[in-house]
């Protein structure tokens, strides 16, 4: 989706060097098993909880290794971005510790919980395009005459590195794992573990998870090219229509990819909350459907999922507790 050449992807040593960036700002995050939950799904189940970020979601590692660079080198005066919210708010996070103003544009109809966030941080919120497809087309026109720098939500080696980290601390803690799930919008998350599972757990399985109300990125993994979906999906975080570039050639390393209704997401979200006592947003909850979805292939193996983020919109809440 960048106007600029195909980014390289960033290496193993990218990730340990982001790791020792981000940490004064971020601790490490939780990652249990709950024997309920293990009962239930007959695997031994790691939660790795990104919903414990300051930010509610695991973008903020990526904003945090991309800004610490930006202020050592750029030259431009602030940064621009667009996101329907977890990467705005990573992306606002970190500029906010570096000093560096920030413009977020967000399509039609954001989540408002996101919204309050990122502009509580301290940073401009623009409501542009209908979809996420089109927010960036709008950014990209406008992005020169700004004179910012134009972060993609995806096609950044550094954001891909900094999110790698969370699989770092995930297979330090439990290397021998069977299967990791992965919810995948734009896919920096698949990514950034297909990276750290081949160089540190090469038995180990990645398995992306889509909702099968927006498969841009699934689509585009299995038929090779990238294609354009509508985004019918109420899982925000999840909510993007076309294939990025940088991540899906990182994604040729997933050993699966699968696509989960909007209705399974639920349910997985419902059962984080009454078995993990975790509150998840939608698209959080969608590595645990994805499990759910196949857990008769990893009875009695260990699996961990990632509770990606905990920022549910409102509205989202009152249908889960209904
Ligand atoms: C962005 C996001 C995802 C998807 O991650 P990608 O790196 O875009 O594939 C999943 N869950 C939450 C909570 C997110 O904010």
């Not at 950044?156 to 799930?181: H, K, S």
Request: charged fraction near 20%; proline fraction near 7%.
């Amino acid at each position: 989706m960048s106007t600029d050449l195909p980014a390289t992807p960033p290496s193993f040593t990218d990730v340990l060097r982001a790791a020792r960036l981000i940490a004064p700002y971020l601790p490490q995050t939780p990652m249990w098993s709950y024997p309920v939950l293990d009962a239930h799904l007959g695997a031994e189940t790691f939660v790795k909880h990104e919903n414990a970020q300051p930010t509610g979601a695991f973008k903020v590692r990526g904003g945090l290794n991309l800004l610490a660079g930006f202020t050592a080198g750029r030259e431009k005066a602030g940064v621009l971005t667009y996101s329907t919210g977890n990467h705005a708010q990573s992306i606002a996070y970190a500029a906010r510790i570096f000093g560096v103003p920030c413009t977020v544009v967000m399509p039609e109809n954001p989540n408002p919980a996101k919204v309050a966030m990122v502009e509580a941080l301290g940073a401009a919120v623009e409501i542009k395009g209908a979809t996420l497809v089109e927010t960036a087309e709008y950014v990209n026109a406008i992005a020169d005459d700004r004179g910012d720098r134009l972060v993609s939500p995806a096609d950044e080696p550094d954001l891909i590195a900094g999110v790698a980290t969370l699989y770092l601390e995930m297979f330090t803690r439990q290397p021998d794992l069977d299967a990791v799930f992965v919810p995948v919008g734009s896919g920096t998350g698949a990514a950034a573990a297909c990276l750290v599972a081949r160089a540190v757990a090469p038995r180990c399985r990645v398995i992306g998870v889509q909702s099968a109300q927006a498969p841009a990125a699934h689509d585009s993994w299995r038929s090779g090219e990238p294609v354009r979906r509508p985004i019918e999906t109420v899982a925000d975080g999840l909510a993007t229509g076309s294939a990025f570039a940088l991540p899906q050639g990182m994604m040729r390393g997933l050993d699966d990819f699968l696509l989960v209704d909007d209705e399974d997401i639920r349910a997985a979200q419902r059962l984080l909350l009454t078995k993990a006592h975790t509150l998840a947003e939608l698209a959080g909850a969608a590595a645990l459907a994805g499990l759910i979805a196949v857990r008769g292939e990893f009875t009695g193996r260990k699996v961990a999922v990632v509770c990606t983020g905990a920022n549910a919109r409102p509205a989202e809440l009152q249908r889960m507790l209904a």
